[in-house]
Nanobody, 124 residues
Framework: QVQLVESGGGLVQAGGSLRLSCAAS????????MGWFRQAPGKEREFVAA????????TYADSAKGRFTISRDNAKNTVDLQMNSLQPEDTAVYYC?????????????????WGQGTQVTVSS
């Protein structure tokens, strides 16, 4: 099993930036797919970004394209989400997730392990 711990959340003004990080430990070699999801109050969890095992493929939600960048460092077992031009509608708990599939996926069901989440609040 693998454990995921997110960090980097916080309070930021609209237009600002945050960098989230996800540290993986345990049997990380079994998990090729890494992704970020978010859940705002009263809403369902939604996909944000994903990256495959060698960082050769990434995919983003339309809301994240051009503003967010996902990256991974397999030597350090970390996955980062750089978020720029943040808006109040980006306010949510952000979750890191890991899956055993080789290819990127936007579907939560394709992820097997989830972190506890980190709160991101964007003030207007």
């Amino acid at each position: 099993q693998v454990q995921l711990v997110e960090s980097g959340g916080g309070l930021v003004q609209a237009g600002g930036s945050l960098r989230l990080s996800c540290a993986a430990s345990g049997r990380t070699s079994d998990y090729y797919l890494m992704g970020w999801f978010r859940q705002a109050p009263g809403k369902e969890r939604e996909f944000v970004a994903a990256i495959n095992w060698n960082a050769g493929s990434t995919t983003y939600a339309d809301s994240a394209k051009g503003r967010f960048t996902i990256s991974r460092d397999n030597a350090k077992n970390t996955v980062d989400l750089q978020m720029n031009s943040l808006q109040p509608e980006d306010t949510a708990v952000y979750y890191c997730a890991a899956g055993r599939r080789y290819w990127v996926s936007r579907t939560a069901a394709n992820y097997d392990v989830w972190g506890q989440g980190t709160q991101v609040t964007v003030s207007s």
